[in-house]
T-cell receptor
């Protein structure tokens, strides 16, 4: 079992729809959770960070964390073609110096 | 805020050359910097973690004599690929983090290295 798992996609949604990206993690001791966006040929860009159970909203993005289910998600409202990218879920674990454990990424395609 | 600058963006050089890549945190002090490598269509692979003023900690399988890391100040880390060969061609990305280990990493724009 991978430490952080994401559906690799591709996930295709029409413009204006809600895109839902999911991530599960295996270590209950994971302490910090991040979503990064990576455009093809570019480096990752931080979208959201979340540390406690519940929802966190930032503009069109909402991150949701459920530690009991070991599940973190990212919702993108009013999806735009410019949102088309690979979304990386990353977690940190205790006593590992803040190393990011990445999922394999979900490729999102927003169709005009 | 949280801008990380990486230089150069592209390097093309001959086999056997040593190449230095710089990573700077422009608007914050980076207690820890990380160096990654990414091959096409693959995930980011952590190469090493460096803390200011300390020796870098390398991941298993990464040759520390091949990939020299220096983190001389709270805003600058460098990666030197020594005697580079074609198999070292890759996308090298640094990240920087301020404060505690639960804080996010902010990534530089990456350096595309091509060894002929």
């Amino acid at each position: 079992q991978k430490e952080v798992e994401q559906n690799s996609g591709p996930l295709s949604v029409p413009e204006g729809a809600i895109a839902s990206l999911n991530c599960t993690y295996s270590d209950r001791g994971s302490q910090s959770f991040f979503w990064y966006r990576q455009y093809s040929g570019k480096s990752p860009e931080l979208i959201m960070s979340i540390y406690s159970n519940g929802d966190k909203e930032d503009g069109r993005f909402t991150a949701q964390l459920n530690k009991a289910s070991q599940y973190v998600s990212l919702l993108i409202r009013d999806s735009q073609p410019s949102d088309s990218a690979t979304y990386l879920c990353a977690v940190t674990k205790r006593n590992q110096g803040g190393k990011l454990i990445f999922g394999q990424g979900t490729e999102l395609s927003v169709k005009p | 805020g949280a801008v990380v600058s990486q230089h150069p963006s592209w390097v093309i050089c001959k086999s056997g050359t040593s190449v230095k890549i710089e990573c700077r945190s422009l608007d914050f002090q980076a207690t820890t910097m990380f160096w990654y490598r990414q091959f096409p269509k693959q995930s980011l692979m952590l190469m090493a973690t460096s803390n200011e003023g300390s020796k870098a900690t390398y991941e298993q399988g990464v040759e520390k004599d091949k990939f020299l890391i220096n983190h001389a100040s709270l805003t600058l880390s460098t990666l030197t690929v020594t005697s580079a060969h074609p198999e070292d061609s890759s996308f090298y990305i640094c990240s920087a983090r301020a404060g505690e280990s639960n804080q996010p990493q902010h990534f530089g724009d990456g350096t595309r290295l091509s060894i002929l």
